[in-house]
């Protein structure tokens, strides 16, 4: 019965791991610096399941402020702010995501090789 009552507990907690998302977290900082190691936090278990990315455009330069935040009020903001995305000065952009430190710098693609571009030409896809 212990183990069964173990087993049972040691299920919700695993369960509970799994609904939490960690994310890069800092105020207004420039040059996309905040996506370091020690800016990671871990997200509200069940309240904050995304996490949010804001791109201001002043005149000193870009300015990023990185969040966890629920899916609600992230995709309400991203969307409320699409009119003042512009990329110009003053322009803001906002923008939500639900993997793990997904509002960090975008990954580069990989280079393919120049025999995945010959055969890419050759109308053969990998």
């Keep these: 019965m212990r183990l ?3 087993a049972t507990l040691l299920g ?3 369960d509970a791991d799994a609904l939490q998302i960690q994310c890069y977290q800092c105020e207004e900082m420039k040059h996309n610096d905040c996506s370091t190691p020690e800016y ?36 309400i903001a991203s969307s409320g702010y699409q009119q003042f995305c512009t990329g110009r000065l003053n322009s803001v952009c906002i923008s939500c995501c639900n993997t793990p430190l997904c509002n960090g710098p ?7 090789s ?3 571009a010959n055969l890419q030409t050759d109308g053969i896809r990998l």
């Design 12 to 14: 919700v907690l695993l």
């Design 40 to 75: 990671i936090v871990n997200c509200t278990v069940n309240v904050q399941d995304m996490c949010q990315k804001e791109v201001l455009v002043k005149p000193d330069g870009i300015h990023y402020r990185k969040s966890c935040a629920s899916s609600g009020a992230c995709l």
């Design 114 to 116: 120049a025999a995945t």
């Design 4 to 6: 069964l009552v173990f």
């Design 106 to 112: 975008k990954r580069k693609r990989p280079v393919p």
